[in-house]
């Protein structure tokens, strides 16, 4: 299977806006969360994944996964589901938490596969 992650230049060639999704700790919501992931940019100064999510109501933000380098992929923890996989336009249970002032995904489940 092939990752879905695209080039910042890429995403902009669709249309996509991925500076309407801030990424503040205060515009993050915490806890556990139930978004739709809409899309995922390679980040551009760390080895991560950008991932850009949209809640019912319109509320919108972005979450990096960074590269788990014990396990050389995208995987949050213990979990199996590598990041870099996630199919995008479907809804996701998230855990967001917060660390050093920074949102943080603890972890994820898509609730549509």
Same mark, same amino acid.
């Given at each position: 299977? +092939?990752?879905?992650?695209? %080039?910042?230049?890429?995403?902009?060639?669709?249309?996509?806006?991925?500076?309407?999704?801030?990424? +503040? %700790? =205060?515009?993050?919501?915490?806890?556990?969360?139930? %978004?739709?992931?809409? @899309? =995922?940019?390679?980040?551009?100064?760390?080895?991560?994944?950008?991932?850009?999510?949209?809640?019912?109501?319109?509320?919108?933000?972005?979450?990096?996964?960074?590269?788990? =380098?014990?396990?050389?992929?995208?995987?949050?923890?213990?979990?199996?589901?590598?990041? %870099? @996989?996630?199919?995008?336009?479907?809804?996701?249970?998230?855990?967001?938490?917060?660390? =050093?002032?920074?949102?943080?995904? +603890?972890?994820?489940?898509?609730? +549509?596969?």
């Amino acid at each position: 299977m +092939e990752n879905n992650v695209l %080039a910042w230049g890429t995403a902009l060639q669709l249309g996509l806006r991925p500076k309407d999704y801030p990424y +503040e %700790a =205060k515009m993050i919501p915490t806890g556990l969360v139930v %978004a739709r992931l809409d @899309f =995922k940019i390679w980040a551009k100064k760390v080895m991560g994944i950008n991932g850009y999510f949209s809640q019912e109501g319109g509320l919108r933000f972005q979450l990096t996964v960074f590269l788990n =380098k014990r396990l050389r992929n995208y995987t949050l923890n213990s979990e199996s589901l590598d990041f %870099a @996989f996630c199919p995008v336009d479907y809804r996701y249970e998230l855990k967001i938490g917060i660390r =050093k002032g920074r949102p943080f995904l +603890e972890s994820i489940r898509c609730l +549509e596969l």
